[in-house]
């Protein structure tokens, strides 16, 4: 089947719900579930704070189907060596399960790595995903349908880790008896994770940042991952949830007219006028985004990880939404307006803004469409009441329709849960689960220990994996010493490691 990728999101056509990037986390409900499920994970990584960082660049021929006999292609899968300060035989190894997005994004910019590798004389190994990159299993095709896209799973990602972490330790001189240690974030995360739990002699840990392996249909109530959003707004300034809350029909009311549209087209200098009642709804499609995006981003210093973004982004937006309810609706929503373009227009550089899009384009966003619309089905939803948005429940229907609509699939709502053992951790050891409390998707991560070697970490003032980030001298002491925390557990599973027979 060819893919049916029709006008109105980024990916497509997914019209009726909406997914969030996981990376990095853009934003998820059902294409309001599509398109937002793309973790903005999704999860990492920001050219801002970017180090001059020195890596090589190789390839392994990987079977495209790990579970199967009739398939029996293969394809180069890129991954990326620093072994500067990797001096002696059996040291370390660092291994990055990467996410959904092009390898040497997160490479530059997963500054934990960088700056431990030294203390730890650690090998750096950042390992692309089939699909994304460079790492192409059909090469110009393998988006070209959905028979092509069918070796597209976390299944065969990590028996893709697997075998390159094998292949590593038998070809690469003093690594057969080093300790690998699995580090991601978000999406990344969420694969660290489950490669030491379903390969545990491939690393002998994992430290899974921002991880949401319970946003999983029946394991977190759909509506925490908005509810965490908004109390980010909530106490980032007076009236700033309640504001934007109030906004929704603000705009019905004003884009009731063509003078409305008009107005709120110039008043937010789109690039594409509003013209329609459907304009208006992908307009409000659009904020709802950015509230989502600016929550999972809510640095403590500058940066640009989705966009480049003032301190504290959160609050520089609150500062335009204080007003009291005696405001008008056009009053309002100049406050909307100036609040969007902290986000848009940090910079003063933007001309006009740009309702198609959120966030970086070093996202695979089809890639995590099609990955959404199979496993990896995270319900959303919203009540406009313990959150500030309107209301949309999770419909599980209309994901499958339009699944099935874009890619001629449906996703198995289980089947991750199946996978990898829900909620049941209680077998299993030497994982690392940390957490911001400002990031949306911490609502569907382990934030409570499971046991003395299944822990979690929680950094109340902490934003998207912001751990596996560059030290900053404006960093909260809560991120400090979950860095240092995260390096005494490594040191001790490589000690472990070295005492095993």
């Known amino acids: 089947m060819e893919l049916n990728l029709k006008a109105g999101s980024p990916g497509g056509g997914m019209s009726a719900w909406k997914v969030v990037l996981l ?27 970017r180090k001059a960082v ?62 431990v590798a030294e203390e730890l004389g650690a090998m750096l190994v950042f390992a692309e995903h089939r699909y994304y990159g460079d790492s192409m299993p059909f090469g110009p095709d393998s988006y070209s349908d959905s028979k092509h896209l069918n070796y ?12 390159l972490i094998r292949e590593l330790k038998g070809s690469w001189p003093g690594a057969r008896s080093s300790a690998v240690i699995a580090v991601g974030g978000s999406y990344g995360g969420m694969l660290a994770a489950w490669l030491r739990m379903k390969y545990p002699s491939a690393v002998v840990g994992a430290l899974a940042a921002s991880a949401p392996i319970w946003q999983f249909p029946g394991m977190v109530p759909c509506g925490d991952f908005h509810r965490i959003v908004s109390q980010d707004f909530a106490s980032s300034g007076p009236n700033c949830d309640v504001n934007i809350r109030r906004s929704w029909g603000a705009i019905d009311k004003i884009a009731s007219t063509a003078e409305g549209l008009a107005w709120l087209s110039g008043t937010f200098s789109l690039c594409a006028p509003l013209k329609s009642r459907p304009d208006s709804v992908a307009f409000k499609e659009w904020l709802q985004e950015t509230w989502v995006n600016l929550a999972m981003v809510d640095y ?14 959160v609050q520089a937006v609150c500062r335009h939404l204080g007003f009291d309810s005696s405001v008008s609706d056009y009053q309002l929503l100049q406050g909307v307006s100036e609040a969007a373009r902290v986000y848009y227009n940090h910079t003063g550089a933007t001309a006009c803004l740009n309702t198609s899009s959120t966030a970086t384009g070093s ?19 919203t009540d406009g009441v313990q959150d500030m948005f309107e209301p949309q429940a999770w419909d599980f229907q209309a994901f499958s329709d339009e699944c099935q ?79 240092a925390l995260e390096v005494d557990y490594f040191k001790a599973w490589v000690r472990q490691a070295r005492r095993a027979p």
């Open 23 to 49: 990376l990095v986390g853009v934003q998820c409900l059902h294409v309001v579930a599509l398109k937002s499920q793309l973790f903005t994970r999704g999860d990492a990584l920001d050219y801002s704070s």
């Open 54 to 115: 020195d890596y090589k660049t190789f390839y392994l021929n990987q079977k495209i189907d790990h579970f199967g006999f009739f398939e029996n292609g293969t394809f180069k899968q890129r991954y990326l060596v620093a072994d500067q300060h990797w001096h002696q035989a059996g040291g370390p190894i660092l291994f990055y399960t990467g996410n959904e997005g092009d390898i040497t994004w997160f490479c530059n910019n997963t500054g934990f790595m960088w700056q």
């Open 152 to 163: 597209l799973s976390s299944e065969q990602a990590l028996a893709d880790f697997a075998v």
């Open 300 to 313: 403590p210093y500058e940066a640009s990880f989705l966009q480049p973004l003032p301190a504290w982004p």
């Open 363 to 381: 996202l695979g966003f089809l890639g995590w469409y099609y990955q959404a619309c199979t496993e990896m089905v995270m319900p959303l939803c």
């Open 405 to 483: 609509a874009l890619f001629g699939v449906r996703p198995r709502a289980s089947w991750a849960e199946t996978l990898y053992g829900g909620k049941d951790l209680s077998a299993h050891s030497n994982i690392i689960f940390s957490n911001g409390g400002l990031d949306p998707w911490s609502g569907g991560g382990v934030t409570r220990n499971i046991s003395d070697s299944v822990v979690a970490i929680v950094i109340p003032q902490g934003a998207h994996h912001l751990d596996l980030r560059y030290d900053n001298e404006r960093d909260p002491p809560a991120v400090r010493g979950a860095r």
